[in-house]
């Protein structure tokens, strides 16, 4: 068999972008991304796709209807699929054993169940979607229970790697492609398969071959290790407040350490995002389960200490405040958990919004690619708040920076994008009411000039 028709369950973050990224390095083979939400789909095949990632909509634009197809046709689109990934979303459970921290794979048993209903014909399931160790082997149960005869699953373990911003490029130049396989001929040669296709762009030596269960904690530890590091550098942003040590100085000092290496230890307001808290709490979920607390535990400290950053931050802008916002007109800076992507999930504002909120604060919100009703949705969710009108009265969504800024007594930087750089501050602090306050929770902004124009000036990691 050689793949020719690929299906992608989830037109999401990863669905998306991966399939699009095929389908423009392997144009002899049909790829169909499918999903069950209508909107999505219908977003998808519209000018405004659903996600904004740079580099995207050209992708979309010279594939779609070409070899990249985007449908609401689940069934159908399986059926004639050599190759089906699952990128389903995998969020932590809400409700039952596990609650608040173990993941919810009600989408993806969903989606081995009816593969395993609507197919006629031998097939690769490669699970895309970070699922926990050893969830392949329930999506191999639920497919052998449940197939035709004469119809055979080989299952891999494909995890994404992907991060939201530069997700094209990452797709392109990944640093590695992860393929866990079962341990048998069958096993290798559903590797070999699916190797073939990304052997389109990708170098072979970047083709990594493991089981299938290191594949799967190979995810949850590269997660795991990245959200460490951000929690190991705010921790010691911590110890620079509080001495006169600078944390750009002590990163830079570290980082040059090739052992450490310099990437990843930007101090923040604290790390969001849709995969590091929820594959953390899986982490540890895990580890519990397994009965090993103490690495549980040593997990668990890096969310915790993530907590602890974006409440020191949200804390110390209420204390620089005369220890009362009650009242006050206080501009946000960017809601994305990241700069280059308009997605909210896990964002560290949502903590810092809700602080100020609950504490009486207005706010007048900017962000140049979030959708208004995102943030509105957001801070009115049972989890935020049980007062969601009082809520809708106490937020401005604006368009425009400078005119968000009018009348406020303080800015809070909470994403780190580009353009907040190049605004004319000047002008900025004539509107504001004095003293007036930047709170650079990204410490992108050039304290010195601001200081000088007239600012009170505070920042992550620095007296
Ligand atoms: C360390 C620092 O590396 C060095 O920069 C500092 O100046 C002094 O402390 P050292 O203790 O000599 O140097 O050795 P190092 O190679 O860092 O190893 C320390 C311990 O960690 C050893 O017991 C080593 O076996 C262990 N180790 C190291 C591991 O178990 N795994 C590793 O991947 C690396
Ligand atoms: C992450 C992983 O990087 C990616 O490999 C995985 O597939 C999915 O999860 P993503 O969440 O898209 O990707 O973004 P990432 O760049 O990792 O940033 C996560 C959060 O950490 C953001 O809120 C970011 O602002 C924060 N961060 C990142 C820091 O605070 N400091 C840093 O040095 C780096
Ligand atoms: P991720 O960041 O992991 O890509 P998203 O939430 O962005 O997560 O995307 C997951 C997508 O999967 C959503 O658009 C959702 O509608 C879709 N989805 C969930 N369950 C199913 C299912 N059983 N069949 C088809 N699509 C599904």
């Not at 096993?187 to 030596?205: D, M, R, T």
């Amino acid at each position: 068999m050689t793949i020719t028709k690929i299906c992608c369950i989830g037109a999401g973050y990863v669905g998306g972008p991966t399939c699009s990224v095929i389908a423009m390095q392997c144009p002899h083979i049909k790829v169909t991304v499918v999903d069950i939400s209508k909107h999505r789909i219908a977003q998808w095949n519209s000018d405004k796709l659903p996600i904004y990632e740079p580099g995207l909509d050209n992708i979309v634009k010279q594939r779609r209807n070409v070899n990249l197809f985007f449908s609401n046709d689940v069934e159908n689109a399986i059926k004639e699929a050599d190759l089906v990934f699952i990128s389903v979303n995998t969020p932590t459970k809400t409700f039952g054993v596990g609650k608040g921290r173990a993941a919810d794979l009600t989408h993806v048993e969903n989606c081995a169940r009816i593969i395993a209903q609507v197919s006629t014909s031998n097939k690769i399931i490669v699970e895309k979607s970070t699922v926990p160790v050893r969830a392949a082997e329930s999506i191999l149960k639920i497919l052998s229970a449940n197939h035709k005869p004469n119809v055979k699953f080989q299952v891999l373990s494909n995890p994404e790697f992907l991060s939201e911003g530069v997700a094209v490029e990452n797709l392109l130049n990944a640093d590695r492609v992860l393929i866990g396989h079962e341990e048998t001929a069958d096993g290798f040669w559903a590797f070999k398969e699916l190797s073939k296709v990304y052997l389109n762009w990708i170098p072979e030596e970047k083709i990594l071959r493991t089981n299938t269960w290191s594949s799967e904690l190979t995810k949850l530890a590269a997660n795991a290790f990245l959200a460490q590091r951000i929690s190991s550098i705010n921790s010691m942003a911590t110890i620079c407040e509080e001495t006169g040590a600078d944390i750009s100085e002590v990163a830079r000092g570290i980082g040059l350490d090739s052992r450490i290496g310099s990437k990843f230890l930007q101090a923040s307001v604290g790390f969001g995002g849709s995969c590091f808290t929820k594959d953390l709490l899986n982490l540890v979920y895990i580890c519990e389960h397994l009965n090993i607390m103490q690495v549980a535990m040593y997990w668990q400290q890096v969310l915790d200490m993530n907590d602890y950053q974006k409440s020191r931050f949200s804390n110390k802008i209420i204390e620089s405040l005369f220890n009362t916002v009650t009242g006050k007109k206080i501009t946000m800076f960017g809601f994305a958990f990241k700069k280059d992507t308009g997605d909210t999930r896990e964002s560290p504002a949502i903590h810092v919004a809700k602080t100020l909120l609950d504490e009486g604060a207005k706010l007048n919100i900017y962000d140049p690619k979030v959708e208004h009703e995102q943030i509105q949705r957001d801070l009115t969710h049972p989890y935020v708040t049980e007062n969601p009108e009082a809520v809708m009265k106490s937020i401005e969504i604006h368009n425009d920076p400078y005119y968000a800024t009018i009348n406020t007594h303080a800015i809070v930087i909470c994403t780190e994008w580009d353009e907040f750089i190049e605004l004319d501050y000047k002008q900025i602090y004539r509107g504001m009411i004095k003293p007036a306050f930047i709170f650079d929770g990204r410490k992108i902004l050039n304290h010195d000039n601001l200081t000088k124009i007239g600012f009170q000036v505070h920042t992550i990691g620095r007296r």
